[in-house]
């Protein structure tokens, strides 16, 4: 169920290509370009965590767009990483209530730790971090974001060491959480 | 103990899934409606109920619905505002986590009324998780009948849809919202055409928050005239507040409209009061956009009343010693807070959130930001702090959208109720820039 990268011409896999198809129907048949952000969404957890001009293009094509409409799209929205980036991204909240909570110090400790700067990725290629703006969990400060889940109350060197070590035990694989969508049908559930 | 209205089976065992939901009661108001109202009676209702916006404006859900145009053979849309991302604001993801039916429940309803045929909530993209909850949530209710073709044999049909957003502040904005929902940039629109008239696809169109939509159900099924018996004036029902910060009991509390600022912060059913027992400083009341107030003015009025949570008593004073309700995103800072970082730090957000499409806000929330950044560092003049003054002031009005003034507001503010800790930074930059220096003189409260 990997999706096809074969130097010549990029492929979704089938589950993403069959995510696609359902996507499509939530929008009238003249309206398809409203699937773009949720089939970048897509395109990003199928090709390594971000999206390439050629993995834009690719999805250019699937909605028969011209490749300018998802560029100017993927660069307007923080959540597209533009540039290749480690196993796991970290997108540590900096706003206002995760300050005051000690969103500093946690983005301090986790350079020390990763041994990654925010904006860079560790030297054993693990950890990106990502200083983003508010996550919308400021009662549970501070807060970090790796990709569907939230880590929250990362106050204590305990739990950040909890989190780090939970990332580091995964297999990396492309995560291709719509398979567990209940709207799938079965057959593409088991694969 | 007041009332709860929303949340009231929130932590009752699989409330998620259909089965529980609709034993509690769930999905009464569909029935209620579809099977013996007219869709203007159910919005007669909202109407009655004195429901105001949730997520931040205020402005009343039912007068909202009417102006919803009607061209025959036109499709109408209800979008449900799920991009929760002011900050101090955490209210939504944790409704549509632990309570998603009560969400849809709202959206058909809502629907009904608006006589919508397909209808979508639009969720920020971070939370993507929250989405595959509601994605669930729906496939449970159209295999109930409660969406699809011909819902509960009322002739009535609706289809659902959750769309995800990218990661943009701005599209928690109406016409920014509708514009993604379109797979573009969320630039906002300029107004008029309203949405109520040229919305999505440039059709008729609804914009409500996730908590305004979650009210309808209590509404219809108890009646506006009864909802509005809750709260005082026009701050009827409840409300959710979200409250973060130097608290001793961060969290979401429903409460009833009226509850006074002071049992919020201080009682133990609510926020427990101020960590490590320091003191409170001040408070965000509505989210980062609304006016940072000293704690004096917080809980107490200009003219020495009790300050409540309802609309008008946090705006009471206006802009020189009130804010606002907002989204209820309830900020609280103790006594060791630096008020010029931390404005500094909501200046850097409203300028990585500009969309960039007006000059005033594009430019000024670059300029608010650096000179922020420079009076924290204590590389700051005293004309720097009339700088900032100067242009929010002319960021203020000059922007197709409001978050202009979202951006003007804190920076304001802080300088009039926090002038002499700005001043400090410059008079004695070197104590003030050591870690964890905090100044501990009085705030300016008129």
């Not at chain 1, 990997?2 to 309206?31: C, W």
């Not at chain 2, 009904?112 to 971070?126: H, V």
């Not at chain 2, 400083?281 to 107030?293: D, E, R, Y």
Request: aromatic share 8%; hydrophobic share 35%.
């Amino acid at each position: 169920m990997e999706p096809t990268t074969s130097p010549n011409k990029l492929q979704f896999s089938p589950a993403g290509q069959a995510e696609i198809k359902r996507l499509l129907t939530h929008y009238p048949e003249d309206r398809s370009k409203s699937a773009l952000l949720p089939i970048l969404h897509i395109a990003q957890a199928e090709f390594g965590g971000w999206v390439s001009p050629e993995v834009q293009d690719l999805v250019a094509e699937t909605l028969k767009i011209k490749p300018i409409e998802v560029y100017e799209v993927s660069s307007f929205y923080t959540m597209f990483n533009l540039k290749p980036v480690g196993k796991h991204v970290l997108e540590i909240c900096r706003t206002g209530p995760c300050m005051l909570r000690g969103s500093d110090e946690l983005t301090a400790n986790l350079e020390r730790i990763t041994g990654a700067k925010v904006g860079g990725t560790s030297p054993d290629g693990n950890f990106t971090l990502k200083e983003v703006e508010c996550l919308a969990a400021c009662g549970f400060a501070p807060v970090v974001q790796v990709r569907e889940k939230y880590y929250e109350q990362l106050d204590t060197p305990e739990a950040v060491d909890a989190m780090l070590n939970e990332l580091r035990g995964q297999i990396h694989r492309p995560i291709l959480s719509w398979e567990e969508s209940s709207s799938l049908p079965n057959s593409l559930k088991n694969n | 103990m007041g009332r709860k209205l929303l949340t009231e089976h929130i932590n009752v065992e699989g409330i998620n899934t259909f089965d529980v939901y609709r034993k509690h009661g769930g999905y009464r108001s569909v029935e209620k409606a579809l099977k013996t109202m007219t869709p203007d009676e159910v919005t007669e209702e909202v109407k009655k109920s004195g429901l105001r916006g949730r997520g931040g404006a205020g402005f009343p859900a039912g007068m909202k619905w009417g102006f919803l145009a009607k061209p025959e053979g036109v499709p109408r849309y209800l979008v449900c505002n799920a991009d929760e991302s002011e900050p101090g604001t955490f209210k939504d993801r944790q409704l549509m986590t632990k309570l998603p039916h009560l969400l849809i429940e709202g959206m058909i309803t809502g629907s009904y009324a608006l006589g919508a045929r397909t209808s979508y909530i639009y969720i920020r993209g971070e939370l993507l998780y929250v989405l595959r909850i509601l994605e669930k949530a729906i496939a449970e209710a159209y295999a109930a009948g409660f969406l699809g073709e011909n819902i509960l044999g009322s002739g009535y049909s609706l289809d659902l849809h959750v769309h995800p957003g990218g990661g943009a502040y701005i599209c928690g904005e109406e016409t920014a919202l509708l514009e993604s929902l379109e797979g573009k940039r969320g630039n906002p629109r300029n107004k008029p055409p309203f949405p109520a008239v040229q919305g999505l696809y440039a059709r008729p169109t609804v914009v409500n928050n996730v908590e305004t939509i979650a009210a309808v159900p209590v509404i219809v099924n108890e009646g506006g005239d009864e909802y509005a018996k809750i709260g005082i004036g026009k701050s009827t029902g409840t409300k959710l507040i979200s409250a973060c910060g130097h608290l001793n009991k961060p969290g979401i509390y429903e409460i009833e409209l009226g509850l006074p600022v002071e049992e919020f912060i201080y009682s133990d059913e609510y926020c427990g009061g101020i960590w490590k027992g320091r003191d409170l400083k001040a408070v965000v009341a509505g989210g980062s956009s609304v006016p940072i107030l000293p704690k004096e003015l917080i809980l107490k009025t200009a003219a020495g009343e009790n300050r409540l949570m309802t609309y008008e008593s946090l705006s009471d004073g206006g802009f020189v010693t009130g804010t606002m309700l907002g989204s209820g995103g309830f900020i609280a800072m103790d006594e060791t807070t630096c008020i010029v970082k931390n404005t500094w730090n909501f200046s850097r957000f409203y300028h990585h959130e500009s969309c960039g499409q007006c000059s005033p806000c594009r430019e000024g929330t670059g300029w608010m930001e650096k000179v922020l950044h420079r009076l924290e560092h204590g590389h700051g003049s005293m004309h720097d702090i009339d700088l900032l003054v100067s242009v929010a002031k002319q960021i203020e009005g000059n922007t197709i959208c409001p978050l202009g003034e979202a951006a003007a507001w804190p920076v304001a503010a802080a300088v009039r109720h926090f002038r002499h800790e700005f001043e400090w930074h410059v008079t004695n930059p070197k104590e003030a820039t050591a870690p964890g220096a905090a100044y501990r003189g009085a705030a300016v409260l008129a």
